[in-house]
Nanobody
């Protein structure tokens, strides 16, 4: 059974950089052909895919967030990390990490973390 757990600060001030870590157990983040994604849900809005890091280490980002987003990993700890710079109150959301398997015309998100609330406020 794969389990994912988000961790990081729940409160930030505008202009700071958000850093969240997803710790994975029950499966390796280097196992083919899985991708490891960050997804967020602002209050009252839908889920927004932010980006992902592949089993190979390749990264992919939402065009709207690419300039502020960086995803990295530590394979020795089986963790991957989200950094979102220059945060504003619009970045307030519940942040999730999830495992994703991509096909040619489909994707499956089979395991999710429980989510962590991040609030940006001065």
């Amino acid at each position: 059974q794969v389990q994912l757990q988000e961790s990081g600060p729940g409160l930030l001030k505008p202009s700071q950089t958000l850093s969240l870590t997803c710790t994975v157990s029950g499966g390796s983040i280097t196992t083919t052909y899985y991708y490891w994604s960050w997804i967020r849900q602002p209050p009252g809005k839908g889920l927004e895919w932010m980006g992902a890091i592949a089993y190979s280490g390749s990264t992919y980002y939402s065009p709207s967030l690419k300039s502020r987003t960086s995803i990295s990993r530590d394979t020795s700890k089986n963790q991957f990390t989200l950094q979102l710079s220059s945060v504003t109150p619009e970045d307030t959301a519940v942040y999730y990490c999830a495992r994703v398997l991509y096909g040619s015309n489909w994707q499956r998100l089979d395991y999710w973390g429980q989510g962590t609330q991040v609030t940006v406020s001065s």
